[in-house]
């Protein structure tokens, strides 16, 4: 089993009663954009999944995301990660006779506000692990609305 990941891109992330997070807005892929560039949203969220066999507990991750048209990543931010014991304890707590594989799951939600999108073209997230592993958690089409 690889190491993989996922993005909700939406316009809210809201804490509920009981841990629960509530996406509002979510984007299917593309979000249209009525104005000319550059523009400002006045808020737009990403919430990640990063996902880790049992086998391979995390050391660091730090996820990175880039604007259309950019190489270099607007925003960085480390996820804190537990020690690589108390990962290893945690999954091996866990009940194994079900078959399914036991993975560990890291997860953040960014929100930036505001964010200045300079042209159409590819948001993307990427997370990289251990200093060296880059994985690509997704991307969101930033397109202009006809």
């Known amino acids: 089993m690889n190491r993989y990941g996922y993005s909700i891109f939406c316009d809210d992330i809201r804490n509920e009663a009981g841990g629960k997070l509530s996406f509002i807005g979510c984007y299917n892929g593309v979000i249209f954009i009525s ?4 523009l400002v ?5 990403v919430h990640t999944h990063i996902l880790s066999p049992a086998s391979q507990p995390f050391g660091s991750i730090a ?4 604007l259309p048209g950019d190489e270099e ?3 960085e931010e480390p996820v804190e990660t537990p020690e690589h014991h108390d990962q290893t304890e945690l999954v091996a707590n866990l009940k194994t006779d079900t078959g399914a594989p036991l993975f560990i799951v890291a997860a953040t939600s960014l929100i930036f ?4 999108l300079r042209s159409s073209g590819l948001m993307r997230v990427r997370a990289v692990i251990d200093s060296g592993q880059e994985i690509r ?4 089409r930033i397109e202009h609305a006809a």
């Open 113 to 116: 506000t505001p964010l200045e």
């Open 73 to 75: 990543p607007f925003f």
């Open 41 to 45: 949203l006045p808020k737009l969220c």
């Open 63 to 66: 996820v990175r995301c880039y």
């Open 35 to 38: 104005g000319r560039f550059p």
């Open 137 to 140: 958690l997704g991307s969101l």
